[in-house]
């Protein structure tokens, strides 16, 4: 299992563009989530989603949409990039075990985004 | 959500334990302690979790304290590999959002 990979490793945008941030995992994880990470800080919820077709808003939505198509994909999309949404992404999966399991979250590697 | 509070940061040698305190004082009957680590440049990754009782897997040791408003994590051995911000998490039982903290900055001497 390649287990939650995400794309690309580094990007640099200028203000004002778009893009979208790719994740992928493959172990038929039915959650997944978004969350960001600022220098020295914990890491804030974006977005999750407890399923195809199915998303919810995080702590920090503005600025993002997600869509949640097929089990395996949750792409997170930045329409008119700010200075402010300079920092890390992490791509994550679970999947939920009822109430008493553990309910791990597996964490992709990231991705560096700056905005200039 | 009932909040964590741990330190900024610690040190330790190479080899020796280490203790983690985490201070969970509104922590709620329903509330799972949960660990998770974030090794540089990296995402994070879970590391062991309880309700009540200790728990000890191939990573760490979790000690909770009777009245479950404090805990600590326990490297027994630890290594530089071990080197990573720690976080504190509480998780309501079936909730699926982890709140993360600052957590604490572990420096591993050699």
Not at chain 1, 81 to 108: D, W
Not at chain 2, 39 to 54: D, F, K
Not at chain 2, 81 to 87: K, N, P, Q, S
């Amino acid at each position: 299992n390649a287990g939650v990979t995400q794309t690309p490793k580094f990007r640099i945008l200028k203000i004002g563009q778009s893009m979208t941030l790719q994740c992928a995992q493959d172990m038929n994880h039915n959650y997944m989530y978004w969350y960001r990470q600022d220098p020295g800080m914990g890491l804030k919820l974006i977005y999750y989603s407890v399923g195809a077709g199915i998303t919810d808003k995080g702590e920090v939505p503005n600025g993002y949409n997600v869509s949640r198509s097929t089990t395996e994909d949750f792409p997170l999309r930045l329409e008119l990039a700010a200075p402010s949404q300079t920092s890390v992404y992490f791509c994550a999966s679970s999947y939920f075990q009822g109430v008493s399991g553990n309910n791990e979250q597996f964490f992709g590697p990231g991705t560096r985004l700056t905005v200039l | 959500d009932a909040k964590t509070t741990q330190p900024n940061s610690m040190e330790s040698n190479e080899e020796e334990p280490v203790h983690l305190p985490c201070n969970h004082s509104t922590i709620s009957g329903t509330d799972y302690i949960h660990w998770y680590r974030q090794l540089p440049s990296q995402g994070p990754e879970y590391v062991i979790h309880g309700l009540t009782s200790n728990v000890n897997n191939r990573m760490a040791s979790l000690a909770i304290a009777e009245d479950r408003k404090s805990s600590t994590l326990i490297l027994h051995r630890a290594t530089l590999r071990d080197a990573a911000v720690y976080y504190c998490i509480l998780n309501r039982q079936g909730a699926q959002k982890l709140v993360f903290g600052q957590g604490t900055r572990l420096t591993i001497n050699p």
